[in-house]
Nanobody, 125 residues
Framework: QVQLVESGGGLVQAGGSLRLSCAAS????????MGWFRQAPGKEREFVAA????????YYADSVKGRFTISRDNGKNTMYLQMNSLKFEDRGVYYC??????????????????WGQGTQVTVSS
């Protein structure tokens, strides 16, 4: 089994930055594709970004492309999401997820096997 714990959320003014972290334990971290999802108040969970096991393949939702950067450090069993130029629309609970396999359906939540509990991001407008 894999356990995932997010951290780094908080309150930030529009235009500011935050860096989220996702610490993994229990299994070999480097064997999993990883992703970030978010859920705004009253809305469904949506895909934000994903990264392959090697870190060479990264994928972003159109709404965050150019502002967010996903990365991972397999030696530390940790994945990161650097969020710059934050907008009010970026608010919500951010979840990290791990997939046993990684393919073209990286943006689908049902493709992920393990999930963290989430960390809240609040953006003031």
């Amino acid at each position: 089994q894999v356990q995932l714990v997010e951290s780094g959320g908080g309150l930030v003014q529009a235009g500011g930055s935050l860096r989220l972290s996702c610490a993994a334990s229990g299994r070999t971290f480097s064997s999993y594709g990883m992703g970030w999802f978010r859920q705004a108040p009253g809305k469904e969970r949506e895909f934000v970004a994903a990264i392959s096991w090697s870190g060479t393949g990264t994928y972003y939702a159109d709404s965050v492309k150019g502002r967010f950067t996903i990365s991972r450090d397999n030696g530390k069993n940790t994945m990161y999401l650097q969020m710059n130029s934050l907008k009010f629309e970026d608010r919500g609970v951010y979840y990290c997820a791990a997939s046993v396999s990684f393919g073209l359906r990286y943006a689908k939540s049902e493709e992920y096997d393990y999930w963290g509990q989430g960390t809240q991001v609040t953006v003031s407008s």
